[in-house]
């Protein structure tokens, strides 16, 4: 049983720090793409930074660019998201995914698929 587990959301101030992660058990977690993902009320699921299985190259949406970083520990089968500067429209239901041997980083982060999903942690950003 494939199982993807969000923690580390609340409730920060304009100009805070979240540390986000997520663990996955029941795959190789080395063999996996990971991605954030996030969705807002009212508005689609869309892609905030992924990290390739192979080489750890990385994709930011540009919204976010400079202010949160991807990184993962294979040793310890999580990924994190250390989102840096947060601001009120970062406020959503964050996501982790997994995604088998993803090549095309941009092409899996930009869409709205992958082989498995976490239950999300919710991230609000008072003003």
């Known amino acids: 049983q494939v199982q993807v587990v969000e923690s580390g959301g609340g409730l920060v101030q304009a100009g805070g720090s979240l540390r986000l992660s997520c663990t996955a058990s029941?795959?190789?977690?080395?063999?996996?793409?990971m991605g954030w993902f996030h969705q807002a009320p009212g508005k689609e699921r869309e892609g905030v930074s992924c990290?390739?299985?192979?080489?750890?190259?990385?994709y930011y949406a540009d919204s976010v660019k400079g202010r949160f970083t991807i990184s993962r520990d294979n040793a310890k089968n999580t990924l994190y998201l250390q989102m840096n500067s947060l601001k009120p429209e970062d406020t959503a239901m964050y996501y982790c995914?997994?995604?088998?041997?993803?090549?095309?980083?941009?092409?899996?982060?930009?869409?709205?698929?992958?082989?498995?999903w976490g239950q999300g942690t919710q991230v609000t950003v008072s003003s």
């Open positions: 990290i390739s299985w192979s080489d750890g190259s990385t």
């Open positions: 995914a997994a995604d088998f041997k993803t090549s095309k980083l941009y092409d899996y982060c930009s869409g709205h698929w992958s082989n498995y």
């Open positions: 029941g795959l190789t977690f080395d063999d996996y793409t």
